[in-house]
């Protein structure tokens, strides 16, 4: 079986969540090959080889340095046929799902995202996907020859597996009629660690009282090098940025730790979270619901747990 | 202008989940089924287009069963015109994009909206299949939509920020929060939606490439381990050695 993986960078850095779909497709067991498209650092594209590609492409052309759906759909379709591949590996992401439909438009292949553990393949080729925004699974058997996987943060552990290997440049055939969705700026917060990709999540509700109240979040998030989130009602009074919304509607996170600190726990919020693997839930009404979702609580108010727990965070390390 | 808008027709978000048939059917003892919420927030975006722009129609089209007419109904109350249903199961994300892509192809529409993902299945590729069926652009999740003319000015939430983008009509999008506020019909359009078309047609058939074995639930989770908040440091032992997360 020969595996094509798209990974996807920011800023020439190859994100964790494609270094995972990296993984994904190794652990799979056939011939991986990566593809990265636009800027990205040779170290990066080298270090594709340890986590388990056996073969770096790079279409290094500076049109790709933006995420454009259409173009990045055509090239990858373009690498998959050069590569002869039968699969595609991706990771779930804004980018990164728009792009896995269109290819498997463009291939006639199967399509499956949210995709949460290797496929089983004992009889027929089995995945099994995240629905009902984390509150179920089901289970979708692939049938078309070609298939394109969309995996779920966490779907594969990243391991050191092999060594670098040297990239080769790919170069595909690019048409003006996929640039016809034009980019004409990014707006991006720089040097955070993205909510959708963070390892320990630290969220704050309306228990926090007030936007001038956040520090405590932040700096719990800083000494834990978290990312930072809120509930629904404190995005819509615009106390924090709407693209830190987490829930039903807003973010789903699935990182190890999730830190929720005065949220009560309403099922679109735990909608958003129920993947994580450990959830600690700070909230000053022991009644809040929240509490049943969780592996640890402690009833406090925030202003007092807080600072406690920062300096506590800090003299452990 | 003519606008198609694509409804799901799903458990309400504050729903407990549960199968039936083995774990292979959607228990929808007691559940109350709504318009997909981030199909709802395409639909407000639509008809504030047609509130703004005279001589702009708005379809809404849905995938399912006769039992989904009552949400379609509330799409027309909502304010769109006129509305499909493809009389089949929708069964997976393909299948339905195969029918809304057959539906569109020869009806000329300026823009095709939907929700960037449906609450059930959570695919979230709908829109950009029936982008490429149709052979126009795709963009989804989008954030805001500003029509200039024949082009648009579009805003796409990507990790940790958003893309600005122009594009020409026509093109699909799937949309997403604060693309518009979510609309609540008021008496005079339920009243109007009952006299409203609504166009039932029969599914093309479409060979899926994918097909459902089974349901699962997610294991229950064990007891909350309380701590005191005069021991915070003990957390993070906890964390640490026995959850080992830190």
Redesign the interface.
């Known amino acids: 079986m020969n595996i094509l993986v798209f990974v996807e960078s920011?800023e020439g850095k190859i994100k964790k969540t494609s270094l995972e779909a990296v993984a994904y497709a190794h652990g799979m067991g056939g011939k991986v090959a990566a593809l990265a498209l636009g800027t990205v650092d040779a170290a990066d594209l080298a270090a594709l080889g340890k986590f388990g590609a056996a073969k770096v492409l790079h279409a290094a052309d500076a049109r790709l340095n933006?995420?454009v759906?259409?173009a990045y759909?055509s090239v990858i379709v373009q690498a998959m046929q050069a590569e002869n591949a039968d699969v595609l590996v991706l990771a779930?992401?804004?980018?990164g799902?728009?792009?896995?439909?269109?290819v498997?438009?463009?291939l006639?292949?199967?399509?499956?995202?949210?995709v949460t553990e290797l496929p089983e393949t004992a009889a027929g080729f089995?995945v099994?996907?995240?629905?009902?925004?984390?509150?179920?699974?089901?289970?979708?058997?692939?049938?078309?020859a070609k298939k394109v996987i969309a995996i779920k943060k966490n779907a594969a552990e990243v391991k050191e597996v092999g060594a670098d290997v040297a990239p080769e440049s790919f170069t595909p055939q690019l048409a003006d009629a996929d640039f016809?969705?034009?980019?004409?700026?990014?707006?991006?917060?720089t040097g955070?660690i993205?909510?959708?990709?963070a390892n320990?999540v630290v969220s704050g509700g309306r228990g926090m009282k007030g936007p001038e109240h956040w520090g405590p979040i932040e700096e719990l998030a800083k000494v834990?090098g978290a990312a930072t989130g809120c509930s629904k009602p404190v995005s819509d009074i615009g106390w924090r940025p709407?693209?830190e919304h987490v829930g039903?509607?807003g973010v789903k996170v699935s990182p190890?730790?999730y830190i929720a600190v005065g949220i009560s726990g309403a099922?679109?919020h735990l909608?958003g979270v129920?993947s994580s693997?450990?959830i600690?839930?700070i909230n000053k009404d022991a009644d809040a619901p929240f509490?049943?979702?969780?592996?640890?609580?402690?009833?406090?108010?925030a202003f007092?747990?807080l600072p406690?727990?920062i300096e506590?965070?800090k003299?452990?390390k | 202008m003519k606008i198609l808008v694509c409804i799901s027709h799903v458990?309400d978000?504050?729903s407990k989940?549960n199968?039936t048939d083995n774990n292979t059917k959607f228990d929808s003892n007691g559940v109350q089924f709504i318009i997909g919420?981030?199909d709802d927030y395409a639909l407000a975006r639509a008809i504030e287009i047609k509130e703004a722009n005279a001589g702009t129609t708005v379809t809404v089209l849905n995938v399912g069963p006769a039992d989904t007419e009552p949400t379609i109904r509330k799409a027309l109350a909502i304010g769109a015109d006129d509305a499909v249903r493809v009389n089949a199961e929708p069964s997976d994300?393909?299948f339905v994009?195969m029918q809304i892509a057959e539906h569109a192809k020869s009806k000329g529409y300026d823009l095709i909206l939907m929700g960037r993902e449906s609450?059930?299945?959570?695919?979230?590729?709908?829109?950009?299949?029936v982008?490429?069926?149709l052979g126009?652009?795709?963009?989804?999740?989008v954030?805001k939509l500003e029509l200039e003319g024949t082009k648009a000015k579009l805003a796409?939430?990507?990790?940790?920020?958003?893309?600005?983008?122009?594009?020409?009509l026509p093109?699909v999008a799937?949309c997403?929060?604060?693309i518009a506020e979510w609309k609540i019909p008021n008496m005079r359009g339920i009243m109007s939606a009952r006299t409203k078309p609504l166009q039932v047609i029969e599914p093309m058939a479409v060979d899926?490439?994918?097909?459902?074995?089974?349901?699962?639930?997610?294991p229950a989770?064990?007891a909350?381990?309380?701590?005191?908040?005069d021991n915070?440091?003990e957390?993070?032992?906890?964390?640490?050695n026995e959850?080992k997360?830190?």
């Not at chain 1, 016809?180 to 917060?189: G, V």
């Not at chain 1, 993205?194 to 990709?197: D, G, I, N, Y």
């Not at chain 2, 899926?208 to 997610?218: C, I």
């Open positions: 920011a933006d995420g759906i259409q759909s779930n992401s804004s980018l799902t728009p792009v896995a439909a269109r498997a438009t463009k006639g292949a199967s399509i499956a995202t949210n089995v099994k996907k995240s629905i009902y925004t984390g509150k179920a699974f089901s289970k979708i058997e692939m049938k078309n016809a969705a034009k980019i004409t700026a990014t707006e991006k917060a955070e993205l909510l959708p990709e320990i834990l709407h693209h039903q509607t190890q730790l099922i679109q909608a129920n693997k450990c600690v839930v509490f049943k979702a969780a592996d640890y609580g402690i009833v406090g108010d007092d747990v406690k727990l506590a965070v003299a452990a | 458990p978000t504050t989940i199968f919420p981030y994300s393909f994009a609450i059930d299945f959570n695919g979230g590729v709908v829109h950009s299949i982008g490429e069926l126009i652009p795709s963009l989804s999740p954030m796409r939430e990507i990790e940790g920020g958003k893309e600005l983008l122009e594009v020409n093109f799937g997403q929060e604060p899926s490439g994918v097909s459902l074995q089974k349901f699962e639930l997610p989770k064990g909350v381990k309380m701590i005191s908040s915070v440091g957390l993070v032992s906890l964390l640490k959850a997360v830190l």
